[in-house]
Protein backbone atom coordinates (compact mmCIF):
# COMPACT_ATOMS: atom_id res chain seq x y z
CA UNK A 1 0.00 0.00 0.00
CA UNK A 2 1.14 3.25 -1.19
CA UNK A 3 -1.04 4.93 1.37
CA UNK A 4 -2.07 9.04 1.38
CA UNK A 5 -0.27 10.27 -1.48
CA UNK A 6 -0.10 13.63 -2.20
CA UNK A 7 1.13 15.88 -5.79
CA UNK A 8 3.18 18.14 -6.17
CA UNK A 9 5.55 18.40 -3.37
CA UNK A 10 6.58 21.77 -4.46
CA UNK A 11 4.77 24.36 -5.92
CA UNK A 12 4.91 28.20 -6.80
CA UNK A 13 2.28 30.10 -8.05
CA UNK A 14 1.30 33.72 -9.06
CA UNK A 15 -1.16 35.95 -7.12
CA UNK A 16 -4.65 35.34 -9.20
CA UNK A 17 -3.39 31.71 -10.67
CA UNK A 18 -5.45 28.89 -10.11
CA UNK A 19 -4.07 25.07 -9.04
CA UNK A 20 -5.23 21.58 -7.85
CA UNK A 21 -3.32 19.63 -4.90
CA UNK A 22 -3.74 16.23 -5.50
CA UNK A 23 -4.70 13.83 -2.78
CA UNK A 24 -5.29 9.56 -3.03
CA UNK A 25 -5.44 7.02 -0.97
CA UNK A 26 -5.47 3.18 -0.97
CA UNK A 27 -6.95 1.97 2.18
CA UNK A 28 -10.42 2.60 0.87
CA UNK A 29 -10.79 5.08 3.92
CA UNK A 30 -14.69 6.67 3.97
CA UNK A 31 -12.97 10.00 5.83
CA UNK A 32 -10.38 12.56 3.89
CA UNK A 33 -9.47 16.12 5.10
CA UNK A 34 -7.26 18.66 4.32
CA UNK A 35 -5.05 20.76 6.70
CA UNK A 36 -2.78 23.61 6.10
CA UNK A 37 0.28 24.20 8.44
CA UNK A 38 1.88 27.71 9.11
CA UNK A 39 4.85 27.97 11.68
CA UNK A 40 3.58 28.58 15.49
CA UNK A 41 -0.30 27.74 13.93
CA UNK A 42 -0.32 24.09 14.19
CA UNK A 43 -2.80 22.13 11.53
CA UNK A 44 -5.48 23.99 10.47
CA UNK A 45 -8.38 22.31 8.64
CA UNK A 46 -9.72 23.46 5.85
CA UNK A 47 -11.76 20.87 4.44
CA UNK A 48 -13.09 17.48 4.96
CA UNK A 49 -15.03 14.32 3.28
CA UNK A 50 -17.16 11.44 5.13
CA UNK A 51 -17.36 9.54 1.93
CA UNK A 52 -17.85 10.24 -2.18
CA UNK A 53 -20.27 13.22 -2.85
CA UNK A 54 -20.10 14.28 0.88
CA UNK A 55 -17.75 17.73 1.52
CA UNK A 56 -17.85 20.13 4.44
CA UNK A 57 -16.07 22.93 5.40
CA UNK A 58 -13.42 23.07 8.29
CA UNK A 59 -12.25 26.00 10.21
CA UNK A 60 -10.49 27.79 7.17
CA UNK A 61 -11.72 27.25 4.14
CA UNK A 62 -12.62 30.40 2.02
CA UNK A 63 -10.46 30.69 -1.02
CA UNK A 64 -10.43 27.21 -1.71
CA UNK A 65 -12.65 24.66 -3.02
CA UNK A 66 -13.15 20.43 -2.80
CA UNK A 67 -15.19 17.51 -4.44
CA UNK A 68 -15.31 13.65 -3.66
CA UNK A 69 -16.20 12.07 -6.50
CA UNK A 70 -14.76 9.03 -5.62
CA UNK A 71 -13.34 7.20 -2.40
CA UNK A 72 -9.95 7.49 -3.54
CA UNK A 73 -9.32 10.90 -4.53
CA UNK A 74 -9.71 14.33 -2.43
CA UNK A 75 -8.20 17.33 -4.47
CA UNK A 76 -7.90 20.43 -3.43
CA UNK A 77 -8.24 23.41 -5.53
CA UNK A 78 -6.99 27.00 -4.96
CA UNK A 79 -9.55 29.58 -7.17
CA UNK A 80 -6.82 32.57 -7.32
CA UNK A 81 -3.89 32.12 -5.47
CA UNK A 82 -3.02 34.92 -2.83
CA UNK A 83 0.71 35.35 -0.58
CA UNK A 84 -1.69 34.14 2.87
CA UNK A 85 -1.84 30.57 0.83
CA UNK A 86 1.98 30.37 1.05
CA UNK A 87 2.01 26.78 3.70
CA UNK A 88 2.39 23.27 3.70
CA UNK A 89 -0.61 21.28 3.10
CA UNK A 90 -1.47 18.17 4.38
CA UNK A 91 -4.26 15.44 2.80
CA UNK A 92 -5.16 13.04 5.74
CA UNK A 93 -7.31 9.93 5.74
CA UNK A 94 -8.87 7.55 8.24
CA UNK A 95 -11.13 4.67 8.05
CA UNK A 96 -14.37 6.33 9.59
CA UNK A 97 -16.47 8.70 11.42
CA UNK A 98 -17.61 7.40 15.10
CA UNK A 99 -14.02 6.57 16.82
CA UNK A 100 -12.26 6.12 14.07
CA UNK A 101 -10.01 9.17 14.07
CA UNK A 102 -6.42 7.46 13.63
CA UNK A 103 -5.30 9.53 10.72
CA UNK A 104 -2.48 8.36 8.13
CA UNK A 105 -1.14 12.30 6.85
CA UNK A 106 0.26 12.50 3.30
CA UNK A 107 4.16 13.81 2.87
CA UNK A 108 2.44 17.37 2.39
CA UNK A 109 2.67 19.53 -0.61
CA UNK A 110 4.97 22.84 -0.01
CA UNK A 111 2.92 25.77 -1.42
CA UNK A 112 4.29 29.24 -2.43
CA UNK A 113 2.33 32.29 -3.52
CA UNK A 114 4.67 35.53 -4.70
CA UNK B 1 -14.42 27.79 17.58
CA UNK B 2 -12.94 24.82 20.17
CA UNK B 3 -8.85 25.39 20.97
CA UNK B 4 -6.46 23.16 22.40
CA UNK B 5 -4.01 24.88 24.40
CA UNK B 6 -0.66 23.19 24.36
CA UNK B 7 2.01 23.50 26.60
CA UNK B 8 4.96 24.26 26.47
CA UNK B 9 5.69 25.44 22.87
CA UNK B 10 8.94 24.09 23.23
CA UNK B 11 11.53 22.50 25.49
CA UNK B 12 15.32 21.42 25.36
CA UNK B 13 16.18 18.67 27.61
CA UNK B 14 19.46 16.30 27.98
CA UNK B 15 19.86 13.30 26.05
CA UNK B 16 18.03 10.09 28.85
CA UNK B 17 15.51 12.80 30.80
CA UNK B 18 11.96 12.53 30.86
CA UNK B 19 9.76 14.99 28.83
CA UNK B 20 6.10 15.63 30.00
CA UNK B 21 3.38 18.14 27.55
CA UNK B 22 -0.40 18.44 28.46
CA UNK B 23 -2.91 19.70 25.84
CA UNK B 24 -5.85 21.79 27.76
CA UNK B 25 -9.60 22.63 26.07
CA UNK B 26 -12.42 24.67 27.37
CA UNK B 27 -14.41 21.58 25.42
CA UNK B 28 -15.02 18.78 25.80
CA UNK B 29 -13.69 15.80 23.69
CA UNK B 30 -14.37 12.15 23.07
CA UNK B 31 -11.21 11.24 21.52
CA UNK B 32 -7.59 12.65 22.45
CA UNK B 33 -5.07 12.12 19.93
CA UNK B 34 -1.06 12.68 20.25
CA UNK B 35 1.00 12.65 16.90
CA UNK B 36 4.45 13.35 16.17
CA UNK B 37 5.95 14.77 13.23
CA UNK B 38 9.12 14.70 11.89
CA UNK B 39 11.03 17.92 9.60
CA UNK B 40 9.88 17.68 6.16
CA UNK B 41 7.34 15.05 7.17
CA UNK B 42 3.68 14.36 7.61
CA UNK B 43 2.63 13.97 11.29
CA UNK B 44 2.17 10.54 12.43
CA UNK B 45 0.00 8.91 15.00
CA UNK B 46 1.70 7.62 18.36
CA UNK B 47 -1.51 7.25 20.88
CA UNK B 48 -5.46 7.22 20.65
CA UNK B 49 -7.54 7.34 23.74
CA UNK B 50 -11.43 6.90 23.69
CA UNK B 51 -11.97 6.82 27.39
CA UNK B 52 -12.15 9.42 30.24
CA UNK B 53 -8.93 8.40 32.76
CA UNK B 54 -7.28 5.85 30.07
CA UNK B 55 -3.87 5.82 30.69
CA UNK B 56 -1.66 4.25 27.12
CA UNK B 57 1.66 3.70 26.40
CA UNK B 58 3.37 2.94 23.28
CA UNK B 59 6.98 2.28 23.71
CA UNK B 60 8.49 5.08 25.98
CA UNK B 61 5.63 6.87 25.60
CA UNK B 62 2.75 6.95 28.00
CA UNK B 63 -0.43 9.42 27.12
CA UNK B 64 -3.70 10.18 29.52
CA UNK B 65 -7.22 11.20 28.91
CA UNK B 66 -8.17 13.50 31.14
CA UNK B 67 -10.96 12.57 33.84
CA UNK B 68 -12.56 15.85 32.72
CA UNK B 69 -12.19 15.13 29.35
CA UNK B 70 -10.51 18.28 28.49
CA UNK B 71 -6.91 17.87 29.34
CA UNK B 72 -4.71 15.09 27.86
CA UNK B 73 -0.76 14.46 28.61
CA UNK B 74 2.13 12.76 26.88
CA UNK B 75 5.16 11.49 28.72
CA UNK B 76 8.21 10.47 27.25
CA UNK B 77 10.71 8.20 29.01
CA UNK B 78 14.51 8.28 28.57
CA UNK B 79 14.58 10.79 25.44
CA UNK B 80 16.58 9.57 23.25
CA UNK B 81 17.62 11.75 19.85
CA UNK B 82 14.83 10.52 17.73
CA UNK B 83 12.42 11.23 19.91
CA UNK B 84 13.06 15.58 18.13
CA UNK B 85 10.58 16.83 16.21
CA UNK B 86 7.14 18.57 17.21
CA UNK B 87 4.14 16.98 19.23
CA UNK B 88 1.06 17.44 18.43
CA UNK B 89 -2.21 16.80 20.39
CA UNK B 90 -5.93 16.51 18.71
CA UNK B 91 -9.34 16.60 19.90
CA UNK B 92 -12.53 14.98 17.92
CA UNK B 93 -15.96 14.75 18.78
CA UNK B 94 -18.80 13.18 17.10
CA UNK B 95 -18.97 16.07 14.28
CA UNK B 96 -16.55 14.32 12.93
CA UNK B 97 -14.11 17.31 12.88
CA UNK B 98 -10.63 16.93 14.84
CA UNK B 99 -9.14 20.21 16.30
CA UNK B 100 -5.38 20.08 16.55
CA UNK B 101 -3.42 21.75 19.24
CA UNK B 102 -0.01 24.22 17.64
CA UNK B 103 2.24 21.68 18.89
CA UNK B 104 5.50 21.58 21.13
CA UNK B 105 8.79 21.60 19.76
CA UNK B 106 11.52 19.40 21.71
CA UNK B 107 15.05 19.70 21.43
CA UNK B 108 17.60 16.97 22.64
CA UNK B 109 21.05 19.35 23.85
CA UNK B 110 23.93 16.91 23.30
Known amino acids: NAGVTQTPKFQVLKTGQSMTLQCAQDMNHEYMSWYRQDPGMGLRLIHY???????DQGEVPNGYNVSRSTTEDFPLRLLSAAPSQTSVYFC?????????????FGPGTRLTVT | GQQLNQSPQSMFIQEGEDVSMNCTSS?????WLWYKQDPGEGPVLLIA?????ELTSNGRLTAQFGITRKDSFLNISASIPSDVGIYFCAGANRDDKIIFGKGTRLHILP
Open chain 2, 27 to 31: SIFNT
Open chain 2, 49 to 53: LYKAG
Open chain 1, 49 to 55: SVGAGIT
Open chain 1, 92 to 104: ASSSGTGYSYEQY
